[in-house]
């Protein structure tokens, strides 16, 4: 008896194309997979930590505007007063600080900081951002 016969192939057949969509979705997850590319020239890697008064941030937004170019971007403040991106506007930025927005979305996170750490006018924290890694970007709030 030839195996076309037994009904082995169409049985292949239906599985293989499952196998084959499985794949195709997979190949294309994949290629965001492994380290963050820097994605923009003029943007770099930047981490640090958050304290008020010596005691980490449990949460926030901290945001890095660029005095030069006008561009800017914001990241959220994990647990324990850690940041991280790769979208930090290099040369020299003024940084503000802001955990208002959490006194009523996550209450339990939220920390009162002096409200000029969020006015770029008034915040008085500044950084220059070098090209490459920028590590140990760290900010100790005062009340």
Do not use: W
């Not at 640090?48 to 980490?56: I, K, M, N, S």
């Not at 945001?63 to 800017?72: H, K, P, V, W």
Request: proline share 8%; glycine share 10%; charged share 20%.
């Amino acid at each position: 008896m030839d195996v076309r016969q037994m009904g082995v192939f169409p049985a292949m057949r239906r599985h293989s194309g499952r196998v084959g969509l499985a794949a195709a979705m997979l190949v294309p997850a994949c290629l965001g997979c492994g380290p963050e590319q820097q994605v923009d020239p003029n943007r770099t890697m930047v981490s640090g930590l958050v304290t008020f008064d010596g005691t980490p941030l449990k949460a926030g937004t901290i945001s890095f505007d660029s005095t030069e170019s006008g561009i800017g971007t914001a990241i959220s403040i994990r647990e324990e007063g850690r940041y991280s991106t790769n979208r930090v506007p290099l040369g020299p930025n003024i940084v503000t600080i802001e955990t208002e927005s959490l006194q009523f979305g996550s209450p339990h996170l939220y920390v009162r900081i002096p409200a000029k750490y969020a006015d770029p006018s008034q915040s008085g924290l500044k950084v220059d951002i070098k090209p490459g890694a920028n590590e140990n970007v760290n900010f100790d709030l005062k009340k």
